[in-house]
């Protein structure tokens, strides 16, 4: 199985931090969020390849970042955008980075400005015993933090029956954050869903969208954790995820 994580957005919400730092490049506990999820992700034993997708502005970053890991097995693309408006969005480059960098079976994928605390092996089992598309989800009583998340109905196999992204009125305590397990067959889709909203630029950002509409096409299940994710969206939650590792 291959990795992608999706490291091209501009984290505008972060203040003035992000115009000399990438998000996924901040560091938390001593090292990148990013080498938090790449640690992760090779610790399974699984993951034949990791491709990273960041955009031109940050691309010499990114770049410095993986000769530090001094591997063979991670590959950095770059979209091309240069600022917040001219960005592609969370699922275009989704798109693009399966066209460079085509997969050859399922794909995991993360959003690089998350950190997750349960061993992913434990979710590439999950996937492989359902043979489905396959996301994560954390059952949360906040409505405020279901409000900024995709938000997952599930039946009693664990399937998706419903799925809105950043709902207002959430319809389910179940959160599911960018961390999904694409078939080859699902990812061939992105280019009709793509299309099917024309120039959208909500529903080509937010990945949750694209797992909305797959859900009525295809099985997607989810498998249910309860161990802490820190999704680090603004300077407030990027706060916390400190204060957490650091025992505070």
Known sequence: MNALILAAGYGRRMGGITRV?????????????????????????????????????????FESWIA????????????????????????ADLKLATELDPPQGPLLVMA???????????????????GTDCVVARHLTDIEKLRKTGVASLDENGRIV?????????????????M???????????????????????????????IAWLCRRVPVHAMRFDEPVHCIGDKESYERAQRAFRGA
Not at 69 to 90: E, F, I, Q
Not at 116 to 125: G, S, V
Not at 186 to 210: C, K, Q, T, V, W
């Open 68 to 91: 530090s890991l001094n591997r063979n097995d991670t590959v950095l693309l770059n979209d091309g955008s240069t600022d917040n408006d001219n960005r592609l969005g969370a699922i």
């Open 180 to 210: 999904y397990i694409l078939t080859e067959a699902s990812l061939s889709l992105i280019g009709e869903y793509l299309e099917s909203f024309g120039n959208d630029r909500a529903r080509s950002d937010a990945p949750g969208h694209f």
């Open 112 to 130: 690089g400005d998350n950190i997750y605390t349960f061993p992913l092996a434990r979710f590439i089992a999950f996937q492989q015993g359902k």
């Open 21 to 61: 730092t990438a998000k996924p490049l901040l560091p938390v506990n001593g090292k990148p969020v990013i080498q938090h999820l790449a640690e992760q992700l090779f610790a399974t034993g699984a993951i034949r390849r990791l491709t990273v997708i960041t955009n031109a502005f940050y691309h010499a970053q």
């Open 162 to 178: 419903d799925f809105e992204e950043k709902p207002e009125n959430p319809k389910s305590e179940y959160g599911v954050p960018c």
